[in-house]
């Protein structure tokens, strides 16, 4: 059974930056596609970016993109995910999701979740 486990996340100032930090416990990890989803209050949760097994190929959201960056280190079994210039829209509780298959959009292209990190950005 894999389990996932998000870190990181937190309260920052409009303009900051944080990293988020997912722990994969599978020994799969290195042939797992990943994903980070988020899901503000009173929203659906929405795709933000996600990354192949072997970090060559990447996606994000329109919403994010220049300014996140989604990374993976399968030494370590952890996949990250670089936030700058955030903005209160980017308030929402951050997941991390992992998928045997080509890294979808969808939630239901996932097979495991995390329990999620909340990131709070301030104006």
């Known amino acids: 059974q894999v389990q996932l486990v998000e870190s990181g996340g937190g309260l920052v100032q409009a303009g900051g930056s944080l990293r988020l930090s997912c722990a994969h416990s599978g020994r799969t990890f290195s042939t797992t596609a990943m994903g980070w989803f988020r899901q503000a209050p009173g929203k659906e949760r929405q795709f933000v970016a996600a990354i192949y097994w072997n970090g060559a190929s990447t996606r994000y959201a329109d919403s994010v993109k220049g300014r996140f960056t989604i990374s993976r280190d399968n030494t370590k079994n952890t996949v990250y995910l670089q936030m700058n210039s955030l903005t209160a829209e980017d308030t929402a509780v951050y997941y991390c999701?992992?998928?045997?298959?080509?890294?979808?959009?969808?939630?239901?292209?996932?097979?495991?979740w995390g329990q999620g990190t909340q990131v709070t950005v301030s104006s």
């Open positions: 999701a992992a998928t045997t298959y080509s890294p979808g959009y969808y939630r239901d292209e996932y097979d495991y």
